[in-house]
């Protein structure tokens, strides 16, 4: 089992920046990627981002890329979501997910999930 949690989620304006962090606890395989997705209010989960386990590979919704930085400390079994130059409609609950994902933008291949952050961005 894996055990997330992630931290870094508030209230932030336009314009302005805020990084997640995601620990991970238990048994977390070398091939697993990690990611990040969220869901806005009235609006189904979406993907985000998501890195593999060297961290040599990222991949960026449309939406975020150029924004958002996604990385990883394998020593710490963390992995970040940086995100800059925050919009309105970034506002959302952000989870993180790990897993084999061999559908990497797909939530049903991701296999352990957190509990979510609340980021809102004010306009």
């Known amino acids: 089992q894996v055990q997330l949690a992630e931290s870094g989620g508030g209230l932030v304006q336009a314009g302005g920046s805020l990084r997640l962090s995601c620990a991970a606890s238990?048994?977390?395989?070398?091939?697993?990627?990690m990611g990040w997705f969220r869901q806005a209010p009235g609006k189904e989960r979406e993907f985000v981002a998501a890195?593999?386990?060297?961290?040599?590979?990222?991949y960026y919704a449309d939406s975020v890329k150029g924004r958002f930085t996604i990385s990883r400390d394998n020593a710490k079994n963390t992995w970040y979501l940086q995100m800059s130059s925050l919009k309105f409609e970034d506002t959302a609950v952000y989870y993180c997910?790990?897993?084999?994902?061999?559908?990497?933008?797909?939530?049903?291949?991701?296999?352990?999930w957190g509990q979510g952050t609340q980021v809102t961005v004010s306009s």
């Open positions: 238990g048994r977390t395989a070398s091939y697993y990627r």
């Open positions: 997910a790990t897993g084999i994902a061999t559908m990497i933008t797909s939530e049903g291949s991701y296999s352990y």
């Open positions: 890195i593999s386990w060297s961290g040599g590979n990222t």
